[in-house]
Protein backbone atom coordinates (compact mmCIF):
# COMPACT_ATOMS: atom_id res chain seq x y z
CA UNK A 1 0.00 0.00 0.00
CA UNK A 2 1.38 3.67 -1.11
CA UNK A 3 0.66 6.64 1.86
CA UNK A 4 -1.61 9.22 0.04
CA UNK A 5 -2.64 11.39 2.47
CA UNK A 6 -3.12 12.25 6.45
CA UNK A 7 -5.59 14.18 8.09
CA UNK A 8 -6.35 14.71 12.22
CA UNK A 9 -7.68 16.25 14.93
CA UNK A 10 -7.29 16.21 18.45
CA UNK A 11 -9.69 13.33 18.58
CA UNK A 12 -8.78 11.25 15.56
CA UNK A 13 -6.20 10.71 13.17
CA UNK A 14 -7.05 9.50 9.64
CA UNK A 15 -4.76 8.31 6.85
CA UNK A 16 -5.42 7.44 3.67
CA UNK A 17 -3.70 5.06 1.66
CA UNK A 18 -4.16 2.97 -1.99
CA UNK A 19 -4.90 -0.71 -1.51
CA UNK A 20 -3.34 -3.35 -4.48
CA UNK A 21 -6.19 -2.26 -6.16
CA UNK A 22 -6.07 0.91 -6.46
CA UNK A 23 -8.86 2.14 -4.37
CA UNK A 24 -8.42 4.45 -1.77
CA UNK A 25 -8.92 3.53 1.64
CA UNK A 26 -8.40 5.17 5.45
CA UNK A 27 -7.41 3.88 8.76
CA UNK A 28 -9.39 5.88 11.32
CA UNK A 29 -8.31 5.83 14.67
CA UNK A 30 -9.26 7.84 18.25
CA UNK A 31 -6.01 9.45 19.55
CA UNK A 32 -7.33 9.15 22.95
CA UNK A 33 -8.00 5.80 23.57
CA UNK A 34 -5.86 4.52 20.52
CA UNK A 35 -8.13 2.18 19.41
CA UNK A 36 -8.79 1.88 15.79
CA UNK A 37 -12.47 2.48 14.65
CA UNK A 38 -11.65 1.40 11.05
CA UNK A 39 -8.92 0.40 9.24
CA UNK A 40 -10.52 -0.65 5.72
CA UNK A 41 -12.53 2.59 5.53
CA UNK A 42 -13.39 3.92 1.80
CA UNK A 43 -12.32 7.47 1.72
CA UNK A 44 -15.17 9.49 3.30
CA UNK A 45 -15.50 12.47 5.42
CA UNK A 46 -14.29 12.16 8.83
CA UNK A 47 -17.49 10.95 11.02
CA UNK A 48 -17.30 13.96 13.52
CA UNK A 49 -17.70 16.36 10.96
CA UNK A 50 -20.68 14.94 9.11
CA UNK A 51 -23.55 16.98 11.08
CA UNK A 52 -22.02 19.94 10.25
CA UNK A 53 -21.66 18.49 6.51
CA UNK A 54 -25.38 18.10 6.11
CA UNK A 55 -25.86 21.28 7.03
CA UNK A 56 -23.32 23.20 4.26
CA UNK A 57 -24.43 20.55 2.06
CA UNK A 58 -27.74 21.87 2.58
CA UNK A 59 -26.76 25.53 1.98
CA UNK A 60 -25.28 24.47 -1.16
CA UNK A 61 -28.42 22.81 -2.22
CA UNK A 62 -30.05 26.07 -1.81
CA UNK A 63 -27.48 27.54 -3.95
CA UNK A 64 -28.37 25.51 -6.95
CA UNK A 65 -31.97 26.37 -6.35
CA UNK A 66 -31.28 30.28 -7.10
CA UNK A 67 -31.92 29.96 -10.66
CA UNK A 68 -35.09 28.18 -10.10
CA UNK A 69 -34.19 24.41 -11.02
CA UNK A 70 -32.52 21.82 -10.09
CA UNK A 71 -30.95 20.39 -13.44
CA UNK A 72 -30.42 16.50 -13.55
CA UNK A 73 -26.87 17.13 -13.86
CA UNK A 74 -26.78 18.89 -10.81
CA UNK A 75 -28.60 16.04 -9.28
CA UNK A 76 -26.47 13.49 -10.63
CA UNK A 77 -23.10 15.23 -9.53
CA UNK A 78 -24.25 15.94 -6.20
CA UNK A 79 -25.12 11.96 -5.19
CA UNK A 80 -21.99 10.84 -7.06
CA UNK A 81 -20.09 13.32 -5.00
CA UNK A 82 -21.45 12.29 -1.71
CA UNK A 83 -21.73 8.45 -2.27
CA UNK A 84 -19.38 7.82 0.22
CA UNK A 85 -20.21 10.15 3.22
CA UNK A 86 -21.88 8.09 5.87
CA UNK A 87 -25.08 9.55 6.08
CA UNK A 88 -27.84 8.03 8.62
CA UNK A 89 -31.46 7.43 7.08
CA UNK A 90 -32.67 10.43 8.85
CA UNK A 91 -29.80 13.05 7.34
CA UNK A 92 -30.85 11.43 3.71
CA UNK A 93 -34.52 11.83 3.95
CA UNK A 94 -33.26 15.76 4.74
CA UNK A 95 -31.23 15.67 1.96
CA UNK A 96 -34.43 14.19 -0.43
CA UNK A 97 -36.93 17.14 1.17
CA UNK A 98 -34.16 20.16 0.32
CA UNK A 99 -33.99 18.90 -3.39
CA UNK A 100 -37.83 19.14 -3.22
CA UNK A 101 -37.94 22.35 -0.74
CA UNK A 102 -35.19 24.00 0.30
CA UNK A 103 -35.18 25.18 3.89
CA UNK A 104 -34.80 29.64 4.01
CA UNK A 105 -31.61 30.15 3.74
CA UNK A 106 -31.62 32.33 6.79
CA UNK A 107 -32.83 29.80 8.87
CA UNK A 108 -29.92 27.41 7.17
CA UNK A 109 -26.95 29.96 7.95
CA UNK A 110 -27.45 29.92 11.31
CA UNK A 111 -26.57 26.28 11.85
CA UNK A 112 -23.00 27.36 10.52
CA UNK A 113 -20.64 28.80 12.91
CA UNK A 114 -17.06 27.97 12.21
CA UNK A 115 -14.88 30.17 9.60
CA UNK A 116 -13.93 27.24 7.40
CA UNK A 117 -17.28 26.76 6.88
CA UNK A 118 -18.51 29.97 5.62
CA UNK A 119 -15.45 30.14 3.09
CA UNK A 120 -16.19 26.88 1.54
CA UNK A 121 -20.13 28.17 1.50
CA UNK A 122 -19.52 30.87 -0.41
CA UNK A 123 -16.33 29.65 -2.80
CA UNK A 124 -18.57 26.58 -3.59
CA UNK A 125 -21.28 29.34 -4.10
CA UNK A 126 -19.88 31.04 -6.43
CA UNK A 127 -18.66 28.47 -8.81
CA UNK A 128 -21.98 26.55 -8.27
CA UNK A 129 -23.60 29.32 -9.89
CA UNK A 130 -21.69 30.65 -12.38
CA UNK A 131 -21.30 27.08 -14.01
CA UNK A 132 -24.15 27.56 -16.64
CA UNK A 133 -21.99 31.02 -17.32
CA UNK A 134 -24.98 32.94 -16.33
CA UNK A 135 -25.15 34.63 -12.99
CA UNK A 136 -29.02 35.41 -12.56
CA UNK A 137 -30.25 38.22 -10.48
CA UNK A 138 -31.46 35.54 -7.26
CA UNK A 139 -28.35 34.15 -7.49
CA UNK A 140 -26.42 37.79 -7.01
CA UNK A 141 -29.09 38.17 -4.40
CA UNK A 142 -27.95 34.25 -2.42
CA UNK A 143 -24.42 35.45 -2.34
CA UNK A 144 -25.04 39.13 -0.97
CA UNK A 145 -27.20 37.62 1.48
CA UNK A 146 -24.47 34.82 2.73
CA UNK A 147 -21.84 37.54 2.61
CA UNK A 148 -23.80 39.94 4.66
CA UNK A 149 -25.22 36.31 7.27
CA UNK A 150 -21.10 35.57 7.45
CA UNK A 151 -19.78 38.92 8.09
CA UNK A 152 -16.23 37.72 6.92
CA UNK A 153 -13.12 39.85 7.63
CA UNK A 154 -11.74 42.00 4.54
CA UNK A 155 -8.82 39.29 4.37
CA UNK A 156 -11.08 36.50 4.38
CA UNK A 157 -12.67 37.92 1.41
CA UNK A 158 -8.56 38.40 -0.08
CA UNK A 159 -7.64 35.40 0.44
CA UNK A 160 -11.30 33.94 -1.20
CA UNK A 161 -10.79 35.99 -4.63
CA UNK A 162 -7.61 35.02 -4.86
CA UNK A 163 -7.97 30.81 -4.89
CA UNK A 164 -11.16 31.80 -7.65
CA UNK A 165 -10.83 30.92 -11.36
CA UNK A 166 -10.64 33.62 -13.65
CA UNK A 167 -13.95 32.99 -14.66
CA UNK A 168 -15.69 33.59 -11.46
CA UNK A 169 -13.29 36.72 -10.60
CA UNK A 170 -14.85 38.23 -13.75
CA UNK A 171 -18.68 37.52 -12.26
CA UNK A 172 -17.24 39.20 -8.78
CA UNK A 173 -15.78 42.57 -10.78
CA UNK A 174 -18.45 42.66 -13.16
CA UNK A 175 -21.18 42.66 -10.64
CA UNK A 176 -19.98 44.83 -8.39
CA UNK A 177 -20.03 41.95 -5.82
CA UNK A 178 -16.39 42.75 -4.93
CA UNK A 179 -17.84 46.17 -2.81
CA UNK A 180 -20.28 43.32 -1.31
CA UNK A 181 -16.97 41.20 -0.21
CA UNK A 182 -15.62 44.47 1.14
CA UNK A 183 -12.80 43.80 -1.28
CA UNK A 184 -12.21 47.57 -2.86
CA UNK A 185 -10.20 48.22 -6.76
CA UNK A 186 -7.25 48.79 -5.39
CA UNK A 187 -6.58 45.57 -3.61
CA UNK A 188 -7.99 43.30 -6.38
CA UNK A 189 -5.22 44.99 -8.69
CA UNK A 190 -2.75 44.13 -6.29
CA UNK A 191 -4.24 40.45 -5.95
CA UNK A 192 -4.27 39.73 -9.27
CA UNK A 193 -0.53 41.24 -10.28
CA UNK A 194 0.88 39.36 -7.66
CA UNK A 195 -1.20 35.65 -8.53
CA UNK A 196 0.04 33.35 -11.14
CA UNK A 197 -2.12 32.67 -13.96
CA UNK A 198 -3.33 30.00 -14.47
CA UNK A 199 -5.14 28.33 -17.90
CA UNK A 200 -8.85 28.75 -16.60
CA UNK A 201 -11.24 26.23 -17.44
CA UNK A 202 -14.65 25.02 -17.59
CA UNK A 203 -16.09 24.47 -14.36
CA UNK A 204 -19.16 21.83 -14.89
CA UNK A 205 -21.49 21.11 -12.05
CA UNK A 206 -19.92 17.43 -11.76
CA UNK A 207 -16.77 19.11 -11.07
CA UNK A 208 -18.39 22.03 -8.75
CA UNK A 209 -19.74 19.17 -6.61
CA UNK A 210 -16.19 17.05 -6.25
CA UNK A 211 -14.04 20.30 -5.68
CA UNK A 212 -16.87 20.63 -2.61
CA UNK A 213 -15.92 17.52 -1.31
CA UNK A 214 -11.85 17.54 -2.10
CA UNK A 215 -12.26 21.51 0.05
CA UNK A 216 -13.81 20.59 2.76
CA UNK A 217 -11.48 17.15 3.60
CA UNK A 218 -8.55 19.83 3.50
CA UNK A 219 -9.88 23.01 5.05
CA UNK A 220 -7.59 23.23 7.73
CA UNK A 221 -4.91 23.85 5.33
CA UNK A 222 -6.70 25.54 2.81
CA UNK A 223 -7.93 28.49 4.08
CA UNK A 224 -4.85 29.19 6.10
CA UNK A 225 -4.79 33.17 6.80
CA UNK A 226 -1.37 33.37 4.11
CA UNK A 227 0.51 36.71 3.13
CA UNK A 228 -0.98 37.84 -0.77
CA UNK A 229 0.61 40.95 -0.94
Known sequence: MSHISYFGNEEYSFTITRDEKGRKIGKLVNIKTGDILSDNMFQRVMPENVPNLLNVAKVIISAAWQDGKILPSE??????AFKNVNFSH???????KEF???????KLIKNIKTREEKLLILETSLLLVVADNEFHPKEKTFIETIVKEFDLDSHDFVLLYNILPERVK?????????ETLEINADEIRVVDKFTKKKKDKEVSH?????????????????YRRLSVY
Open 170 to 178: KYIVKENIH
Open 206 to 222: DQVYHHFIDSWKNRSTR
Open 100 to 106: VDPTPIK
Open 90 to 96: KQKKEIE
Open 75 to 80: RKAFDE
